[in-house]
């Protein structure tokens, strides 16, 4: 079993930052593919970001060049930088691990003046 716990969201201005980070237990984190999802009321989760056991990263459109996807597998831990936020980036941000599927409970990003 692999536990996965998000934390670093809160409220933040249009425009501003945000890193989300996701300490995982219960396996090294290094022979997981790790991902971010979201989920904003009233829509289905998406995914945002994910990276591979091998480094390699991918965006939803909506997202790239604004957030940043990162490991640092001798913590155990996978960040997502967040910048240039938007209201519509507002959501409920879960962890993901893989193979198994194992998720976090969420934590909440909103971005609103």
């Known amino acids: 079993q692999v536990q996965l716990v998000e934390s670093g969201g809160g409220l933040v201005q249009p425009g501003g930052s945000l890193r989300l980070s996701c300490a995982a237990s219960g396996s090294r984190l290094s022979i997981l593919a790790m991902g971010w999802y979201r989920q904003a009321p009233g829509k289905q989760r998406e995914l945002v970001a994910i990276i591979t056991r091998g480094g390699s990263t991918n965006y939803a459109d909506s997202v790239k060049g604004r957030f940043t996807i990162s490991r640092d597998n001798a913590k155990n831990t996978v960040y997502l930088q967040m910048n240039s936020l938007k209201p519509e980036d507002t959501a409920v941000y879960y962890c993901?691990?893989?193979?198994?599927?194992?998720w976090g409970k969420g934590t909440l990003v909103t971005v609103s003046s």
């Open positions: 993901n691990a893989a193979p198994g599927n194992f």
